[in-house]
């Protein structure tokens, strides 16, 4: 739990103390009632794991299904109208913005064929997800990927790209520095 919170602390110039953190921060009370509705989830007792993420929902306003697969150090932003559908995989590292879907493809006829079929993405470790973007497939977003703000992603993403615009387009690079919504030095702008 420490690591968690020091993760989002070096994340977030907002974050002021690990206990303002615990409080306040929507995206944690969802991780942390996301490893109770797993546990359940695995444990198949499926209806209670499903009450508990919606009442994660409720309370946070950001909804994981049971089923998806979380790594270490998930830092949801403000959070609300977060998706995380239920074949979802996370890596390690993962920021992402409010407003951001992790979503499927697939019509909502013969639910019955895709039941346990990867349906939705999966994100490499050190991800960034920028505020409103919609991820949607079963497909990969390879590591250290920023995904811009808005953006569209239906094919994979290679590793270290910045995806920006509808359809998504790599348009270069993504360097060590943590930036956001996914600027490249060549666009970013500096507040004076």
Known sequence: MNNFLQSIIERDPAAKSKLSIVLTY????????????????????????????????????????????IGKNLFIDHGMGVVIGETSEIGDNVTIYHMATLGGISPSINSKEQRLTKRHPTLKNNVVVGSGAQILGPITVGENSKIGANAVVTKDVPDNAVMVGIPAKNVGIANEEFKPYGLTPENDTKLD
């Open 26 to 69: 929507p995206g944690v009370k969802a991780v942390f009632f996301h490893q109770i509705a797993h546990f359940f989830c695995l444990a198949k007792f499926d209806l209670v794991a499903r009450i508990i993420s919606q009442f994660s929902r409720f309370l946070t306003g950001i909804e994981i299904h049971p089923r998806a697969k």
